[in-house]
């Protein structure tokens, strides 16, 4: 049996954060006597998680192209573009300049925006804005009121190129050997499986470092541009130029517990003389702000590769004893904050795992090579990625940001989510309630898509507080971006007389007691329409009067057909799964 998801989680208490360096200094606000050689900056993970899209990016999102839009933005008299831009703006700019279709625009808009500090309540708003509205026309003007940070949307665009497929990894299948490539990359099995970029703080560090010059770049007013666009030794970057790099960059002082912000850092007035800050013209010297940066720059004590190291093994509410010697589960949230709270499972093979705590509440969720298993996550997520799954069920609680599914085959995942996508899937079906439409990216054969057709008590409190709503749904309006499927062939919606409800096998404690938003029409009906045909059939039974051998001999007849029935469609194990451990039915959800 499941408990109740504990109390409301964010971060640990600031006694729990671990310390950078050694020495015993812990305070919330940077002060002069502080060591600043000890300053440490780190790559932050979840725009790399979250925000870089898993699949090639449009040409137009080059260097060379993304330095002009930032010219353009500052000097062109187009209005809403600078320092804010609005979509009414950016939509000028990605359908007129890029050519970009006005759905792709949109995609990466909306991306973007989701990684924004707002809160849950902010979120519900903005559903209820959409779901109002009775036309495109009229959800385009509630759009055009929006907007986004000018120069962390273009960092934001260029970090797209992290998934850029290049002639020479194609060929020789890795990149060329560097002693930061050779860095060995801890992993939940022997062999690597860091192979996704986006979860591997190696190459998010990689790329940070690789292109560091061009994001700074990037991020220059036009004057301090040369005539080729590119910076000078004079060069000065301005401090909201360095506050924008804070979308990527963060860091701490050694022996202190507080993170900040790079642009604190930067500002902060011992590291002025390494920064390059000058507190007369306000600004940083392009060639001493990059030098400390790369000075400074290390390992993101939050990222995948420490949670492997160091990280703590969940303690399940329900599993199945003896069989998990290969299953592999680490996680940092017992001493990481807010958006750095990582939970990596990998091999879990015939287990039915299950789980509602604290220890999963906002945490960026991998699943990695699970097979022939039944996995409950009845938490509020902030992402979850599931790759090279086979032959499992995944039931999550909210995702606040995005669900990803890459080179799975045969899964089913039931979730309600701000964003799915899916690439390299085959014969895998998605029970989902989306405010977005869901992505079908490239290799995917037969996605199956379906509405969201379960419940548990905690749902609906767990939705909003990832500010998810019930409207507007658009499970059923998948936009395929592929090159080898242009046309709707990849998908199919779930016959609705293929349609059953899912019942999750556990208690717990809270409100909801229905599928929110209920179920659409059609569904409805077959559901309807079945239980119909359960209720004649009883009737015919009640009605056939058989003697109290013959109702004996049928109830074994129905159970044999039920049994062969379990058998045959994989059920049987499921069932067999939920049988609690021996040692007791009843366990926390710790």
């Not at 717990?508 to 938003?517: L, R, S, V």
């Amino acid at each position: 049996m499941l408990g109740a998801a504990e109390r409301r989680g964010g971060g640990p208490p600031a006694s729990h954060l671990p310390r950078y360096g050694k020495k015993p200094f812990h305070p919330d606000v940077l002060s002069d006597d502080m060591d600043q050689s000890g300053v440490l900056l780190w790559v932050k993970a979840e725009p790399f998680i979250v925000g870089a899209l898993q699949f090639p990016p449009p040409s137009k999102f080059s260097l060379h192209y993304l330095k002009k839009i930032a010219t353009y933005v500052r000097t062109r008299a187009i209005e809403r573009a600078y320092p804010r831009l609005s979509w009414s703006a950016w939509r000028h700019i990605a359908c007129g300049k890029l050519q970009l279709a006005k759905d792709v625009a949109w995609l990466y808009f909306e991306i973007f925006d989701s990684l924004s500090m707002k809160s849950p309540e902010e979120r519900l708003e903005w559903s209820e804005i959409l779901s109002n509205c009775i036309s495109e026309d009229e959800i385009e003007k509630q759009r055009n009121q929006l907007s986004v940070d000018t120069l962390q949307f273009l960092l934001f665009l260029y970090i797209q190129q992290l998934n850029k497929v290049s002639l020479r990894t194609s060929l020789i299948g890795e990149e060329w050997p560097s002693p930061r490539n050779r860095s060995q990359s801890p992993d939940l099995s022997e062999k690597s499986s860091c192979h996704n970029k986006n979860w591997n703080d190696y190459s998010h560090q990689a790329f940070v470092c690789d292109h560091l010059s061009d994001l700074l770049e990037l991020l220059l007013d036009p004057e301090q541009l040369s005539t080729s666009f590119h910076s000078t030794h004079s060069s000065l970057v301005s401090r909201e130029a360095v506050a924008a790099l804070s979308f990527l960059i963060e860091g701490a002082v050694s022996g202190a517990r507080k993170i900040h912000p790079l642009h604190e850092l930067a500002l902060w007035p011992p590291v002025h003389a390494d920064s390059g800050f000058s507190k007369t013209s306000k600004t940083f010297s392009f060639y001493k702000l990059e030098a400390w940066l790369r000075a400074h720059l290390t390992g993101n004590p939050f990222g995948t590769s420490a949670c492997l190291k160091s990280g703590k093994k969940l303690a399940w509410a329900h599993q199945v004893e003896g069989t998990t010697k290969r299953a592999k589960i680490a996680c940092n949230t017992h001493v990481a904050p807010g958006r750095h709270r990582l939970v990596v499972m990998s091999q879990v093979y015939k287990q039915t795992l299950a789980k509602s705590s604290d220890a999963l509440v906002g945490a960026h969720v991998r699943i990695h090579r699970c097979n022939e298993s039944f996995i409950y996550l009845l938490s509020p997520l902030r992402s979850v990625t599931i790759e090279k799954c086979r032959n499992s069920t995944f039931v999550l609680g909210p995702v606040e940001t995005a669900l990803h599914l890459h080179s799975c085959d045969q899964v089913k995942v039931i979730a309600v989510c701000r964003r799915l996508s899916v690439s390299s899937t085959t014969s895998c079906i998605f029970h989902i309630l989306t405010p977005t439409r869901p992505l079908i990216l490239s290799g995917n054969q037969r996605v199956t898509l379906a509405p969201f057709h379960t419940h548990y008590p905690m749902l609906e409190d767990h939705m909003a507080r990832t500010g998810l709503a019930t409207v507007p749904n658009y499970w059923d309006k998948p936009l395929v971006i592929c090159r080898e499927n242009s046309d709707s062939s990849v998908f199919q919606l779930l016959p609705p007389c293929e349609f059953y409800v899912f019942i999750i096998p556990f208690e717990m404690e809270g409100d909801t007691t229905e599928i929110p938003g209920g179920l659409p029409p059609a569904y409805q009906k077959a559901l309807s329409e079945r239980e119909q045909k359960i209720q004649i059939w009883q009737k015919t039974v009640k009605e056939a009067r058989l003697t109290k051998d013959q109702r004996k001999q049928f109830q074994v007849l129905v159970e044999n057909k039920f049994y062969e029935w379990l058998v045959n469609t994989g059920h049987r194990q499921q069932l067999d799964s939920l049988v609690p451990p021996a040692v007791g039915s009843k366990q926390a959800a710790g």
